[in-house]
C-alpha cells in the first residue's frame, strides 16, 4: 500500500514537472557605430515584438570607435529568433547583432 501511494507520487510529480511552460528568452549582443542611440534603436525596431528587455552590460569596443551593448529579451509569443534578428540588422549605424536562445520555467 505504501508503495502504491510513492509510486502515485512519483507519477503525479514527473507530470507535474514535464507541464510546466517554458519561456524562450535570448540574449542580444549588438553593435553600433559610437554616435547612435543604441538603446533607442533597439526599442524603435523591436518593441512591439518583445514583453521583456532588460540592458545587462554597455561599452566599447574597437578602441572606441563603436558601442557594444548586451541585453536580455524575452519575445512576445510567436516571434521567432530571425524576425528579432531582421529587425535589428537592418538600421541605420548597426554594426551588429547576435542573439543566443535559452529556455527559462515560467
Do not use: H, W
Amino acid at each position: 500500500m505504501i508503495l502504491e501511494v510513492i509510486a502515485g507520487m512519483a507519477v503525479f510529480l514527473q507530470a507535474a514537472k514535464l507541464s510546466r511552460p517554458t519561456a524562450v528568452e535570448y540574449e542580444m549582443k549588438m553593435r553600433t557605430g559610437l554616435d547612435q542611440d543604441l538603446d533607442g534603436i533597439v526599442r524603435e525596431a523591436i518593441e512591439g515584438m518583445i514583453e521583456m528587455r532588460e540592458a545587462m552590460s554597455l561599452g566599447m569596443g574597437k578602441l572606441g570607435e563603436c558601442l557594444e551593448a548586451n541585453y536580455r529579451l524575452r519575445p512576445r509569443k510567436g516571434v521567432e529568433m530571425p524576425e528579432l534578428l531582421r529587425a535589428l540588422s537592418g538600421k541605420p549605424g548597426v554594426q551588429s547583432v547576435q542573439l543566443v536562445g535559452r529556455s527559462t520555467l515560467d
